[in-house]
């Protein structure tokens, strides 16, 4: 049996060890501050694509992601018996003037090719229960876009790698393969090992409201998402700051957030405000995944860079960096290498 120790219990570590546990290696996660305690135990977790349009290799993997992350989620709750959040409800977006109508329309088309068949971006007359407020009385609707619950997601996750018989520790020495999923913290560390900016945090603030529509699809205008989750709950954000002395608290930003949220969903007015958060996301060089084995240290690979959409990629980075390092299989993309 193979050992393998993951450092960090953020989605991405997470999702290596269960997908690592199901290949029947033996699998302990070590995190001194416990599962999601970065950036996976935000609130927010929208699955969403990049426009369907200038396609390039990462888009495709994007789609190759989020059409392969329900069965994904199923996997674990199948596994380890809790629900994780996960379902395909698809996204609204107003659309401002004229230009923009243009620009969806475009898109749409775009997506007919682009998208294989497999989903849909479509305009359509807003009006429907949650719509967004749209000036031209058109929104854009997709039915790739897809959500989760990151508070329910990283439970799901670790019981599922738990009863495949993995571990989550705080402390532990390292036994076999290690894996290095250790998030901004991470980045910083290896920006300072190899003497070059690898990667850095990115500070968001969101908030998590009492407000329930788990069947809705998530609206996106510039700068604000809204996520209607499995259990009731709508997370909400999301700031992006680079200077800031605290990562983990939250303030006026987040409040003209919260208003925002209002005006583009008048429905919202009345929500309780449950939490805010803050957290930071790991932002590579390259601003994409960073798979790799560690240069010039066997047995050593890093998990990292999700920036915006790690909960979106995680699970197919880890069933590649799996290939690799249980079947010597490389099909990590070149575009997913260590900053240079
Ligand atoms: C406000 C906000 C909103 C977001 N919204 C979305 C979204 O809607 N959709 C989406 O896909 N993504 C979103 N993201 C991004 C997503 O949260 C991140 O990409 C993802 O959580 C990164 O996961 P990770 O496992 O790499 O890092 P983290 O979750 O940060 O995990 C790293 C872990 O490593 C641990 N650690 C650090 N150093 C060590 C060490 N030396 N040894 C052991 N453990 C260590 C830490 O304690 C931490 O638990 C958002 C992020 C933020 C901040």
């Known amino acids: 049996m193979t050992d393998l120790t993951v450092l960090g219990a953020g989605i991405f570590g997470l999702s290596v060890a269960y997908e690592a546990a199901k290949r029947g290696a033996r ?196 700068g604000l998402h809204l996520v209607f989750h499995a259990d009731g709950t709508t997370g909400l954000g999301s700031t992006s700051e680079r200077d800031y002395d605290d990562p983990e608290s939250t303030d006026a930003r987040l409040e003209a957030l919260l208003e925002l949220a209002v005006q583009t969903l008048p429905a919202l007015k009345d929500a309780r405000v449950i939490s805010r958060w803050a957290g930071e996301r790991p932002r590579a060089a390259t601003r994409t995944v960073c798979l790799a084995p560690w240069p010039g240290r066997e047995g050593h690979y890093i998990a990292n860079g999700g920036f915006k959409t790690g909960f979106a990629m995680a699970p197919l980075a880890a069933g590649l960096l799996c290939d690799l390092i249980f079947e010597g299989r490389d099909a990590i993309p070149a575009a997913w290498a260590l900053p240079a």
């Open 27 to 222: 699998v302990q996660v070590i995190d001194p501050h416990g599962p999601g305690a970065g950036a996976s135990g935000g609130v927010v977790g929208a699955l969403a694509p990049h426009a369907p349009e200038n396609w390039k290799p990462a888009k495709a993997l994007q789609l190759q992601a989020l059409l392969s992350a329900g069965a994904f989620w199923r996997g674990v709750e199948a596994a380890g018996g809790q629900p994780a959040g996960w379902a395909r409800t698809g996204r609204v977006q107003p659309l401002k003037d004229a230009r923009a109508v243009e620009l969806a329309q475009a898109r749409a088309l775009e997506a007919e090719s682009l998208w294989q068949g497999q989903a849909r971006w479509f305009v359509r007359e807003a009006g429907r229960p949650l719509d967004p407020q749209s000036p031209t009385g058109l929104v854009a609707q997709d039915d790739l876009t897809a959500r989760i619950h990151p508070r329910m997601a990283v439970p799901a996750l670790v019981a599922a790698l738990t009863r495949l018989g993995g571990e989550v520790l705080r402390t532990g020495d390292l036994r076999g393969t290690v894996v290095h999923a250790t998030g901004a913290a991470g980045l910083r560390e290896l920006s300072e090992t190899f003497g070059r900016p690898i990667g850095r945090g990115e500070k968001g603030q969101a908030a998590l409201l009492a407000f329930s529509a788990p069947e809705a699809p998530q609206v996106y205008a510039p």
